[in-house]
T-cell receptor, first 115, second 112 residues
């Protein structure tokens, strides 16, 4: 069965420090990978996505993620976080081939940026 | 105006009541989804629809039903609400390339 694992439920970090949020997924021939961010009392918005091509994907707000097929991972990184990055982050996966029509979400990681 | 809207945004109801949550979109997408979000569990898929005549169950469809009234409208019903259906509910749409979902602002439902 497909699964998406975000091992860290909460990540505290000081402002301007680097951060990595981890995401692993169950193996498949082909996948689409996504990171979404949810600010308090809001819906989810897309940070970045991997569909094909370069394994290093850059998104909005200075975030990037790297697709590692051998480790079935898609970790999210930012070299220097801001207070405004405080939010919950969700990794999502869509498996193929022929079934890129359902999205499976991890349990979320709450990023708490401290001054 | 928002591309994906949900009504109501907040609802408190009692056990046994019938509740309908509505979702409308102006993105012209065929694919629409209903999720529920619970703390520590992420988003779980309740139902999804690829067009007006195509409705599919997701991971946790028990206790829920849906109606796709038009391409732009997808409603979620709780026929007889129970307290463990207290959650944040999201509607989402997806375009023809499956390469992104667009979410509504969510409906916070409390069942007493």
């Amino acid at each position: 069965a497909q699964s998406v694992t975000q091992l860290d439920s909460q990540v505290p970090v000081f402002e301007e420090a680097p951060v990595e949020l981890r995401c692993n997924y169950s193996s498949s021939v082909s996948v689409y990978l996504f990171w979404y961010v949810q600010y308090p009392n809001q819906g989810l918005q897309l940070l970045l996505k991997y569909l094909s091509g370069s394994t290093l994907v850059k998104g909005i707000n200075g975030f990037e993620a790297e697709f590692n097929k051998s480790q079935t991972s898609f970790h999210l990184r930012k070299p220097s976080v801001h207070i405004s990055d405080t939010a919950e982050y969700f990794c999502a996966v869509s498996w193929g081939p022929g079934n890129f029509n359902k999205f499976y979400f991890g349990s979320g990681t709450k990023l708490n940026v401290k001054p | 105006d928002a591309d994906v809207t949900q009504t109501p945004r907040n609802r408190i109801t009692k056990t046994g009541k019938r509740i309908m949550l509505e979702c409308s979109q102006t993105k012209g997408h065929d694919r629409m989804y209903w999720y529920r979000q619970d703390p520590g569990l992420g988003l779980r898929l309740i139902y999804y629809s690829f067009d007006v005549k195509d409705i599919n169950k997701g991971e946790i469809s028990d206790g829920y039903s849906v109606s796709r009234q038009a391409q732009a409208k997808f409603s979620l019903s709780l026929e007889s609400a129970i307290p463990n259906q207290t959650a944040l509910y999201f509607c989402a749409t997806s375009g023809p390339n499956y390469n992104e979902q667009f979410f509504g602002p969510g409906t916070r439902l409390t069942v007493l």
